[in-house]
């Protein structure tokens, strides 16, 4: 059982204010985790539908660069394309893969608490190295899903542009810019861990807002609306305060998540200071952007180089996502740390004997492991 308490005015632990906001976050993460081959398949299609619109979100962000704009205009113009742009991959049912780790830690943490309790490693320990192989898999899909369709899109769409118009949408210069970029020997690295710092704020933020979404009973008081139930009746108002409910959350942390983006590198430019972000999609898009641009002027190992580059951000988005929000979600139940290594250890080794295990489709139907957290 939970319970929803307004903890910033009952003195609340900050254990139960982390407890509350992972249960939310592991409510979510369940539906993203491919526990059988219909629900990969699924989550490729989430994630390709996530990747076309990160393509024109990305070529956005160039446009509006080449506006040169006053910096506070363009940090402004620049976090709406963000912000709106994750909104509407929720708003149409998509994927960014690199938001699912701040919710599948809440719900690995969940079935470590769950199986722990049994105090028998033998019955509980296959069970969530099995759980664990499959949110590796479903990482793996989602980042193949985003990065396999926001690169070509983004190289197609500039190719059609300089065809139509004789332009694309970043010149030459800025195309070599956007490919040095991706130098995983730079700050390319350290970009991406604050990328990452940024995913698992806004995986806090979504569980924040569902839990205060149910303390103030939101969704309620948007269904009793007057004015929205004399607009569009009683029924529909009831669907929307229904929406509110499964949606309030993920759209706020989506919103907020793409203007701590921008905010980040809004900061850098005014500050001087080297803060700025790099996330795999974006940087996939921007490869497929530089690589058509300068097509003919750039050598092979300069794009072998930024492709590792990208390989280097999205491990980083991940395992800083990942770790922050498993830390927290461990402290929130009161769980120790060292608890996950040997579930880890068993996924390594079943990494090193059985690779693609960790890649392909699953079985048709395997998810006996969804009760460990019931």
């Known amino acids: 059982t939970i319970y929803y308490r307004d903890w910033s005015s009952d003195g609340c632990s900050s254990e139960l204010a982390a407890l509350e906001i992972t249960e939310h976050a592991g409510r979510a993460g369940e539906h993203d985790i491919a526990a059988d081959r219909a629900q990969w398949w699924q989550m490729l299609r989430s994630a ?68 722990q309790a049994r105090r028998d490693p033998k019955s509980w320990l296959p069970r969530v190295s099995d759980l664990l192989v499959q949110v590796v898999r479903s990482q793996f899909v989602a980042v193949l899903g985003n990065v396999g369709v926001a690169l070509p899109l983004a190289a197609l769409l500039t190719r059609l ?32 861990a604050i990328a990452g710092v940024c995913l698992f704020l806004s995986g806090v933020i979504s569980g924040y807002c569902d839990n205060l979404a149910v303390f103030h009973r939101l969704p309620r008081r948007v269904a009793r609306m ?64 530089a690589t058509v641009t300068l097509w003919g002027n750039i050598a092979w190992q300069a794009v072998a180089i930024a492709a590792v580059g990208v390989v280097a951000i999205a491990l980083t988005n991940l395992a800083v996502s990942f770790t922050l929000s498993l830390m927290l979600a461990l402290r929130a139940r009161r769980l120790d740390a060292t ?13 090193l004997s059985r690779p693609l295990d960790l890649v392909r489709p699953p079985p048709a139907a395997v998810r006996d492991d969804a009760r460990l957290a019931d």
């Open 226 to 289: 007057p004015l929205l139930v004399r607009l569009v009746g009683a029924e529909r108002a009831g669907a929307v305060g229904a929406y509110v409910e499964h949606n309030f959350g993920a759209l706020a942390g989506n919103f907020l998540f793409g203007c701590m983006l921008g905010g980040v590198s809004l900061l850098g430019t005014v500050s001087g200071l080297p803060f700025d972000i790099r996330h795999v999609a974006f940087a996939s898009a921007n490869l497929g952007v």
């Open 161 to 192: 542009s300089m065809q139509a118009i004789g332009v694309g949408p970043a010149s030459p210069g800025k195309a070599a810019a956007l490919q040095a970029q991706l130098d995983p020997l730079g700050l390319t690295v350290f970009y991406a």
């Open 48 to 115: 390709a539908i996530g990747g076309c619109v990160i393509a024109f979100m990305a070529i956005a962000k160039i446009l509006i660069a080449t506006m040169h704009a006053p910096p506070l205009v363009e940090g402004v113009l620049v976090s709406l394309n963000y912000g709106l742009g994750f909104v509407l991959i929720h708003l149409v049912h998509g994927t960014v893969a690199t938001k699912q780790p701040a919710m599948t830690a809440a719900r690995i943490a969940a079935a470590l608490d769950a199986a």
């Open 339 to 351: 608890g996950i290594g040997a579930p880890w250890g068993t996924v390594v080794r079943r990494a």
